[in-house]
């Protein structure tokens, strides 16, 4: 069945400001426009611009479940959000954020999608016909009577999609939901939410990942600073003008930081050799990987790819020993004096942020080494000089900025001058302009730090070209492929196999490298 | 997925995929009973048999090391603190220190009483999803807002457990070596740093809790509305049986004991039931 959208109106929304609690200035400004349902919309905008926000204002969370002050009005099919219930928003309007880990309340895939139903007091041989169709409209039948941990990133995506979907909203509000899947696994969703659309279902979406997004979208909102600057069609000239002036469209200068891979005249000294290395958790029957074998040189920047479950992280994890291989064997040079072997930088780099400020943030390891005073301080007035922010320095670590956050964890990692660090997922969230900071302040650590290696786990392609030196392709359990990220991009056929890229999909700029496409033209495809 | 690695599935038993109301009748049953029995028989019978169950439900090898650690440290402190504190034909256990053999022996007898309750409600916890677990609260008549958040506490612990292990790790590539009694060379107790550390995993469970609640509260939960239990909660088989049993055991129990205080305390005593008291007495 497919319905052409109609000029039925969806969301209507009056002057909306809100202003958080304990803030002055207000995140969203005065922001009006209304949108047809079974319509596709992007809501862009860098990190901090208020997309989660606006998402939060048309789910009714604000003012509903929230302490700032809200001024306007947001109508949902004629439901002023203002005082509505939350089972009355429910049945309108679903939301999907960006972490499915944290949204996951039961530890039954059938339990899940039942969780909503049974908050709306549906009878049980009801419950179970909607969760059927919701299971086998994701592709999820398979996995109903399987533990929500066991499923991987993009299967939870799917699943909170599938929960949100039973409960029967005609709005479907989604924040990043790109953010953790691997390319394959974001196309497949965005085909998924594209069949929705069809069905009648009115979609908005909060996201980075514009290349994949825009060619599919009927509008797109731009927001810049908390206000509202552009909002029309994607193909709008303007529209991509202001996109690229809310610095949600980046353009891609090619590699960050240099890349020598030796001390000058030296030949590089191997920091790391990893020989038949192999890893199987207790009661899964297939091993994440096995016969793993790779060397890392200092000054080398080596990424880890492969699809969401391909046991990236894992082998992070295996380096600094927080998973026990149980075969094979890694060596990993000595550090020299004031240094240490291996530093880690998690997927949350919160975990490592727990310091009174962030000076005693980065002089912590130095200290734990025993360094003089004075070395200490050139540490971290080094580092701080890489974070490009000496302000920083008396503030505490976690009441910054994500981005932030994520720059003073690594900076802390690199004030012991690790052999090599390990960084996990470290761009996952990030908008373009912050992962390109990010991966700059790394190169300028890397330098401070005299030849460390850097080792990182990633599923995109961008930083691969623009930041690493080497590639290592990890695919059903196997290291497939060890080379140059040049290689790498240019074997459509390996990048197709641990789905990195989806058959029919073209690279997008990042990956290509090349400009964004000229103002006023066509950058993606035909309207529909 | 994270650094931080999968969570294994488990694997069920039979005892463990039984009706989640039957495990809280048990849990409830060993509960009344660990306070209410007094001989030293008893106590070690409750203790098997929670010992038992709880053989039965599966547990893996690690899972039973960590509850061994539970259950030696609830004996021990027991022990340790009637050794110190006995006062009745005491007999020191090392000459010169002020712990007492008989204060030993009747410590380790009274932890018998946690320790059958420990294993229970663990045995409850660990064979139990926390969705089933929370429809069984609710159909026992728990507010929904509590039990809510006790099962909610449940499915989160392995998360916040798996993050701990990540901050340490951090901490040590970073040079990090607990010294717990001896101040570390800049002046800062390594207790200073064990309480610091707490605060990035508080952090990050109070962004998961507020991620949590948005979540929750789109997806229209509410509790003060009622709400559906799916799948329905049935009993079948031998499952009802076994309830009532449970209930007529702990109500018999309870009536036995009942009855023989009154008569210890000279407030009621029926000669027809001097066979009661006497097994009583003896055996409870």
Known sequence: MTQEPSGESAIEVRGLSYTYAGRTSPTIEDASFSLAARRWTVVAGRTGSGKSTLLRALAGLIPNQAAGAMRGQVTLFGLDTRGAAPLALARHVGLVLQSPDDQIVTTMVENEVAFGLE?????PDHIARQVTASLAALGLSDCRWQGTQTLSGGQKQRLMLASILAMGPRLLLLDEPLAQLDPAGAQELLEELERLRRLGLSIVIAEH???????RADRVLVLDGGRLIADGDPRDANVHSALRGAGALVDDDGAIGARSSSRDGDVPRRILDVEQLACQFAGQPKPVWSEVSFGIDEGERVAVVGANGSGKSTLLAAIVGIVRPQAGYMMLAAPEAGTTAVGLVPQNPDLTLFS????????????RLRLDAAEVADRVHEAAAALGNLQLLDEPPLALSQGQRLCVAVAAAMTLRPRLLLLDEPTTGQDQARMRH????????????????VLFSTHDLRVVRSFATRALVLHDGRLVADCTPAELLADEALLRRARLRVAGHQPNRGERGSALAPEGGRAHEAPR | MSIIGPIEARQETWLARRDPRLKLAWLVAVSIASVLVDSHAALVALFIATFVVALALGWRPRTWLAVGVVLLIVAWGTALSQAMFYYDNRTPLVPGLPLYREGAVYGLIQSLRMLAMILAGLGVCLSTGPDRLLAALV??????AVSFMAVTALRFLPTVANEWAVVRRSCRLRGYRPRLWAPSREGVNSWRIEVALVVPVVAAALRRASTLATSLTTRGFDATQPRTAYPP?????VEPWLLVALVLATFALSAAKSLFWLAEAGLYRMPALQGLYDLASQWL
Not at chain 1, 357 to 367: K, S
Not at chain 2, 233 to 237: D, E, F, I, Y
Request: hydrophobic share 50%; net charge positive; aromatic share 2%.
């Open chain 1, 119 to 123: 908050n709306l007091g549906l009878p």
């Open chain 1, 209 to 215: 990942r514009l290349d994949d997004l825009l060619p």
């Open chain 1, 356 to 367: 009174r400020t962030v000076h005693d943030e980065l002089a912590f390891g130095p200290r």
């Open chain 1, 438 to 453: 990010l991966l700059a302040t790394v190169s300028r650590l890397l330098v401070a730090s005299r030849n460390s290696a």
């Open chain 2, 139 to 144: 159909a026992v008549r728990v507010p929904v």
């Open chain 2, 233 to 237: 909660l049935a009993m079948s088989g």
